[in-house]
């Protein structure tokens, strides 16, 4: 039972241009929401959280949008560079303390185009 | 720069042989680590969260004797894949929380390929 969707494998854009990466939830009792980004032979770097009493939360060129009403969260980069071509996972759990387990999706590949 | 390190990157065995990895905080002391397993094209699941000074708490379907969990210090985690077989070829990645901080995301070692004969 997949509680964490990312049901688009992969998303190429063109430089310059907006990325906006979907992630979907089942489970009510989550929380605290995070995105991962991760390159080949490396381990996933924290790009952004969310906490469910926000809505929004900004970052530089990275932005999550949470809608609890629709367990959809979503995570904007404008401008997208190449740089940003990786794998980004979502990820959540039902709290936020420092031994919160975490519930990770697929992933997606994200392809900037120069 | 990387807050845990991850050791070894690779390994290749035969299979009925054991093999460890560690995960080393850096700089911080990790009173919780994680240890998550990846299959090609899925999701990190999570197999056990390890605690200093105590006994794993495994997920459900994970076995404790096949993956033994050795959290000997705040900085140091380790995980033994015993009597591997083809079947546990996979990507094994660690992670750690800063102790006593609430609110602060996972960082994660560079992960183990481990690939079984």
């Known amino acids: 039972d997949q509680q964490v969707k990312q049901n688009s494998p992969s998303l190429s854009v063109q430089e310059g241009r907006i990325s906006i990466l979907n992630c979907d939830y089942t489970?009510?009792?989550?929380?605290?929401f995070l995105w991962y980004k991760k390159y080949p032979a490396e381990g996933p770097t924290f790009l952004i959280s969310?906490?469910?009493?926000?809505d929004k939360n900004e970052d530089g060129r990275f932005t999550v949008f949470l809608n609890k009403s629709a367990k959809h969260l979503s995570l904007h980069i404008v401008p997208s560079q190449p740089g940003d071509s990786a794998v980004y996972f979502c990820a959540a759990s039902v709290n936020t303390g420092a031994n919160s387990k975490l519930t990770f999706g697929k992933g997606i590949t994200l392809s900037v185009r120069p | 720069g990387a807050v845990v390190s991850q050791h070894p990157s690779w390994v290749i065995c035969k299979s009925g042989t054991s093999v460890k990895i560690e995960c080393r905080s850096l700089?911080?002391?990790?009173?919780?680590m994680f240890w998550y397993r990846q299959f090609p094209k899925q999701s990190l699941m999570l197999m056990a969260t390890?605690?200093?000074?105590?006994?794993?708490?495994?997920e459900q379907g994970v076995e404790k004797d096949k993956f033994l969990i050795n959290h000997a210090s705040l900085t140091l985690s380790t995980l033994t894949v015993t009597s591997a077989h083809p079947e546990d070829s996979s990507f094994y990645i660690c992670?750690?929380?800063?102790?006593?901080?609430?609110?602060?995301?996972?960082?994660f070692g560079d992960g183990t390929r481990l690939s079984i004969l």
């Open positions: 489970n009510s009792m989550f929380d605290y």
């Open positions: 390890s605690n200093e000074g105590s006994k794993a708490t495994y």
């Open positions: 992670s750690a929380t800063l102790r006593l901080a609430s609110n602060q995301p996972q960082h």
């Open positions: 969310i906490s469910s009493i926000k």
């Open positions: 700089d911080f002391q990790a009173t919780t």
